[in-house]
């Protein structure tokens, strides 16, 4: 089995659908092991202990950028974790933490990137008045929301859509391409050549393209 460990800040509503996808065997050889968070009170906690996984909370507070990561990287390889997930995790990680973990953090962002990098990517989106609109699951380097990209998903952009509908109608791709994402990982069918991820065999995600007119007109 994988080891995969999730990191998250807030609501977890991407950690919820891992973990469902774990118990509905459709993770392939991914086992979630320890869910960890920077926010005592993040609501994604509450739903890995639903889940009976392992929680740790490392707090920021007196820890310097490099001594966070160096901590969190200790702990995750005293779990002999495989893979790290970054599901709404608030933080930017420092060489220090990647280092540990080479080609092996996967995030998840709303937005087709490299489009829309950084905080509010749906906002941004609604502002340039794009008519796709999705989300992007990539591995993680040094250089924020600009790894490479392992698996992407598109959804229309309506014309009355407000921030909440149209990160909504993403989300709901995120649940379908994260866990995707961390199954092809599972099994060896991810590897990185010139910055760019080849696949192995084929990928079926119901919704992955949406082949939606976007506007009324
Ligand atoms: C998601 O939109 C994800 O793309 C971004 O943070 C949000 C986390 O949502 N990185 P949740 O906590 O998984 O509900």
Redesign the pocket.
């Known amino acids: 089995m994988l080891s995969v460990a999730v990191l ?10 891992l973990l469902e996808a774990e118990q509905g065997d459709r993770l392939g050889p991914a086992s979630i092991e320890v869910v960890v968070s920077d926010q005592d009170d993040a ?2 906690l509450e739903r890995a202990r639903h889940f009976d996984v392992e929680t740790m909370v490392l707090d920021p507070d007196g820890r310097d950028r490099e001594a966070y990561d160096a901590e969190l990287a200790d702990a995750l390889e005293d779990r002999d974790v495989d893979l790290v997930v ?5 933080r930017i990680l420092t060489s220090t933490f990647l280092s540990a973990f080479p080609q092996r953090v996967i ?4 937005a087709l990137l490299p489009s829309f990098r950084g905080t509010d ?2 906002h941004q989106a609604l502002d340039a008045g794009v008519r796709v609109a999705g ?1 992007t699951t990539h591995f993680v380097t040094e250089e924020v929301d600009a790894g490479p990209i392992i698996l992407q998903s598109a959804v229309p952009v309506r014309p009355d859509d407000d921030r909440e509908q149209l ?1 909504q109608r ?2 709901a791709t ?1 649940h379908e391409i994260l866990p995707a994402s961390v199954r092809l990982f599972a099994e060896g069918r991810l590897s990185i050549e010139d910055g760019r991820v080849h696949i192995k065999g084929d990928v079926d995600i119901e919704g992955r393209i949406v082949p939606e007119v976007a506007d009324d007109g």
């Not at 998250?8 to 659908?17: I, V």
């Not at 970054?86 to 608030?90: D, H, I, Q």
């Open positions: 998250a800040s807030g609501r977890g509503t991407n950690l919820r659908a609501r994604a970054l599901a709404g995790f608030m995030n998840i962002h709303p990517a749906q989300a990160s993403i989300l995120e």
